[in-house]
């Protein structure tokens, strides 16, 4: 391993890194290469993907199985940049069809597609992310139907970079608007 001190990037370990519940940081902090850092990060995220991993097909097969092909939810979308509407989502026949704010005002298209997710996708967004060396996942599901009912990806490499996504107020619907 090369220290990035050559490409004028150098990381700064100070402890406590990833998903440690308690630690004491060190009086000084130590400069490790990238390399080292990632090592570091992904080995604290690890166990907690290697049980995503596992769990993920058994969640899917309960959608797939009771799963409504027309349903309804709110997404809260949080990250570190501007603050992001609750919205609603409307999904029919596996395709979303409307994206409403919490007054009932049409999102414009522009907007609403960060916001039009199906559930698969959202299934496919997990599963993405476990993949990855650089992002950071964990998951709850709904147990009724299985659905990803709270999801959290954040980047290993910036602290700011990630977000979480919250599905609430999940409907079967029985007639398609």
Not at 85 to 92: D, G, I, K, L, N
Request: hydrophobic share 40%.
């Amino acid at each position: 391993m090369t220290p990035l001190l050559a490409t004028g990037r150098l990381y700064v370990a100070i402890g406590c890194m990833g998903l440690a519940t308690s630690c004491v940081r060190p009086a000084r902090p130590s400069l490790v290469t990238r390399e080292e850092y990632l090592r570091a990060q992904t080995d604290s995220v690890a166990p907690i993907k290697a049980a995503l991993f596992q769990a993920l097909p058994e969640y899917e097969h309960r959608w797939t199985a009771n799963g409504p092909a027309n349903y309804q939810f709110r997404l809260r979308r949080s990250c570190y940049c501007v603050e992001q509407p609750v919205t609603e989502v409307t999904v029919s026949g596996g395709t979303v069809t409307e994206v409403r704010d919490t007054t009932g005002a049409m999102l414009p298209d522009t907007t609403w597609r960060r916001y039009a997710y199906t559930v698969p996708e959202l299934f496919a967004l997990i599963r993405r992310d476990i993949g990855s060396d650089v992002w950071s996942v964990s998951a709850e599901f709904d147990q009724r139907f299985g659905f990803p009912s709270h999801i959290v990806v954040e980047n290993l490499e910036i602290t700011d970079a990630g977000e979480h996504l919250d599905v609430t107020d999940f409907t079967e619907l029985t007639t398609v608007p």
